[in-house]
């Protein structure tokens, strides 16, 4: 299933995936459920980044349940690594508001409301977040990654402008930031989140936070402090240099 870009479309709804045929199938019922409820045209995107299980099944039954507002596409990205899929639902899109979430559901997609109410506000990039007033924790972190996330918002503080959370996969966009911001982003590892945001504060467009109630899914994630902290760092690093190249 490979629908083309829809002009009408108002709000499009990225989904990278990599083998998610266990989880993905409630996520989509659930965004579906709620896209039902907007007073708008939405596309969901998912965004194959090479999935070699049911994944594509499984989004074909999804489709068929989508409401009269909502349709569903999958689309390929050969390009490796969750920023290349999300840069490349972003910009297959021709809708009037863009955005990505996670296929892990740990952030509710009964935030799509308020998000919506944002971007029709003029608002032109909101996303999710954990560090707010208004925001809490369904399932809590762990303590080590709790810990990991302190020292990540300290070392990435200056680079966005001071947004509170980078890291919560649940941010949108108007076109004409999306356009802005994913034709200069490169990264597709840890430090892409940190980059979109990065680069919407060189752009100037103000960043709107929207408190979640956040389900750590510690248990579903291939994230480790300790295998992966490193690498982290050394994005981080070089995508300070690459920012400090540029300005």
């Known amino acids: 299933m490979h629908p083309p870009k829809d002009p009408r479309d108002d709000l499009d709804v ?52 989508a409401p009269e507002n909502t349709r569903v596409r999958l689309i390929g990205c050969s390009r490796q690594g969750k920023g290349a899929a999300v840069r490349r639902g972003m910009l297959a899109s021709s809708a009037r508001w ?17 998000v919506a109410s944002a971007l029709l506000a003029g608002d032109p990039v909101v996303i999710g977040s954990r560090r707010v007033p208004g925001a809490s924790y369904v399932v809590p972190q762990p303590l080590v990654r709790r810990l990991g996330s302190r020292a990540f918002r300290a070392m990435t503080s200056s680079l966005t402008g001071g947004v509170a959370d980078t890291q919560c996969g649940f941010k949108f966009f108007s076109a004409d930031a999306a356009e802005a911001i ?41 994230f480790s402090l300790w295998t992966h902290g490193p ?17």
């Open 182 to 222: 994913f034709h200069r982003v490169t990264a597709s590892g840890f430090a892409f989140d940190v980059e979109v945001l990065a680069v919407a504060a060189r752009l100037g467009l103000p960043v709107t936070e929207v408190p979640v109630q956040w389900t750590d899914d510690a248990g579903g994630s291939s």
């Open 98 to 114: 863009r955005g990505f979430v996670d296929a892990d559901l740990s952030t509710p997609p009964s935030l799509l409301l308020p």
């Open 14 to 65: 990225v989904v990278p995936v990599w083998n998610e045929e266990l989880r993905l199938g409630p996520t989509l019922g659930a965004l579906l459920a709620r896209a039902g409820d907007l007073p708008m045209r939405v596309c969901v995107t998912v965004v194959d980044n090479g999935s070699v299980d049911r994944t594509a099944e499984v989004v074909d039954e999804a489709a068929h349940l």
């Open 231 to 247: 690498r982290v760092i050394s994005e981080v690093r070089a995508l300070r240099a690459s920012l400090g190249r540029t300005a």
